[in-house]
């Protein structure tokens, strides 16, 4: 009697692993396929999902050797894209339950010293989130205090030399954002443990939109 209810538990638990591990599945597809609809509109011609991940393509391409600035047009594009990323995140069933954080990627070409490119692919993802929290330029749409907040607390900086190339220098110059989502445990753990307080002050500082952005422009 012992053996069988110790062998229906363990079947229990395997069986609801696996309904887990597919809705949280069905899940992240879902929100990539809405990410992708968003991805459609015109405004953002150029733009793709592949996997996880948000390919800026030729729109999020450096134009020089060692630069670490968006341009513009780049900027604009970050600003008008995210919001509509982070509302995503916020209503679909893998935002609420199993995002865990976003990797801003920064990649340099192989011209140049390694350890050069390995600080400046983490420049050029730095310079994503200085200019998303940064304040907003002339005639740009200032990002709401929730978008802003999310973005400190869940968008990470990533960086890598030239060790994800492209097929050309130019293309190997990109951001990228991954998306990155909790495993079961992950998911259970943080159910079963309350998380650690953020430390508001230090979080006000983050937000505020007057605060330099340290990296120096090239």
Known sequence: VAMSVALLAVTTQVSQDIKEDKERKEAIDDLMKRIEKVVSEKEFEGVRVIDNTIDF??????????????????????RQFTPKLLDELRQSEAGKRWFKRAVVEGYASQSGKYLFNLNLSLERSERVICDLLGAPLAGEVPLGDEDRRLIATKFFVGGASFNSLRATADDSRRIEFKLEFKTRQERRDELSKPAAKLDEAALANALDPNERCPIFNR
Do not use: T, Y
């Open 57 to 78: 393509g030729p729109r999020g391409r450096f134009e020089r050797e060692g630069q670490n600035v968006l341009s513009i047009p780049q900027r604009a594009l970050l």
